[in-house]
């Protein structure tokens, strides 16, 4: 999550980690994304209130546990604190080139680290929304149906909305 403030640098990055719940019990896609919509809200008004430095020891601390278990060698052995990693990055805004030739669509690419079985990342790019899926073949043998899945629950979120794509 964002930590950067509006008078802050705009260049590197000012991020914290937040654990929230997505709502995977409920049918309901509206019902769904009130929970996700829910628990992040309040998981964003439980950081500290501090800037700078103090918000990196923060996110510092709170990775620690993740931290340790990946240079020490010890991620996948137990149970994670968390299963799976969702960001989503802002990207430009307008169209990008290079050497004349238009940058259609932009997908992330995301890390996987031992312990973790998926990341969804969404980047946006020029208007659009696009997500890209990196997950972890022993644990999830076909992201590809995830893909499928994630487009079959968006279009029910969007009729429930009565968008029409």
Do not use: H, W
Not at 7 to 36: C, K, Q, W
Not at 103 to 113: A, K, M, Q, T
């Amino acid at each position: 999550m964002s930590v950067r403030s509006g008078d802050g640098a705009s260049v590197g990055n000012a991020i914290t980690f937040l654990y929230a719940m997505l709502g995977t019990d409920m049918d309901d896609p509206i019902e769904r994304i009130a929970r996700i919509k829910s628990s992040t809200r309040l998981g964003k008004e439980r950081l500290p209130d501090v800037g700078g430095m103090a918000m990196d020891a923060y996110t510092a601390a709170l990775m620690l546990p993740f931290m340790a278990q990946a240079i020490f060698g010890f991620g996948g052995r137990g149970k994670p604190a968390s299963n799976p990693v969702i960001s989503n990055v802002p990207g430009p805004a307008e169209t990008r080139y290079l050497d004349g030739s238009q940058l259609i669509e932009f997908y992330p690419v995301s890390l996987l680290f031992n312990g973790r079985a998926l990341n969804v990342t969404a980047v946006s790019y020029d208007g659009k929304f696009n997500v890209g899926y990196t997950g972890c073949r022993d644990s999830i043998p076909s992201l590809q149906r995830i893909a499928v899945y994630s487009g079959e629950e968006l279009d029910k979120l969007e009729e429930r909305l009565g968008i029409v794509a």
